[in-house]
């Protein structure tokens, strides 16, 4: 089994940046691709971004395009969320998720096809 572990997340003002990491460790050859989702109160679990772990490309919401970068850490095994321009509309819980079940040409966009989920880190941008 794989486990995730985010950290990074804090409160912050519109405007303003965070830098979100994730840390995966057990069976980590088993990811195929990593993805960051984002829920808030309320709200329906949304993609914000993803990459394939042995890749380089990545994929972004519209809503987060050319303000989030998604990428690989420098350590082994983690990928980071780089947030800037930051919008209070973007606060939110952000999981990091791994799909181990299959490899995909692209990853997937839904949630329902994520086996492992992080705790999440909450994410608080203030008007």
């Known amino acids: 089994q794989v486990v995730l572990v985010e950290s990074g997340g804090g409160t912050v003002q519109a405007g303003g940046s965070l830098r979100l990491s994730c840390a995966a460790s057990?069976?980590?050859?088993?990811?195929?691709?990593m993805a960051w989702f984002r829920q808030a109160p309320g709200n329906e679990r949304e993609f914000v971004a993803a990459?394939?772990?042995?890749?380089?490309?990545?994929y972004y919401a519209e809503s987060v395009k050319g303000r989030f970068t998604i990428g690989r850490g420098n350590a082994k095994d983690t990928v980071y969320l780089q947030m800037n321009s930051l919008k209070p509309e973007d606060t939110a819980i952000y999981y990091c998720?791994?799909?181990?079940?299959?490899?995909?040409?692209?990853?997937?966009?839904?949630?329902?096809?994520?086996?492992?989920w992080g705790q999440g880190t909450q994410v608080t941008v203030s008007a």
């Open positions: 057990g069976r980590t050859f088993s990811s195929y691709a």
């Open positions: 998720a791994t799909e181990t079940t299959r490899q995909r040409n692209k990853p997937s966009r839904a949630p329902e096809d994520y086996d492992v």
């Open positions: 990459i394939k772990w042995s890749g380089t490309t990545t």
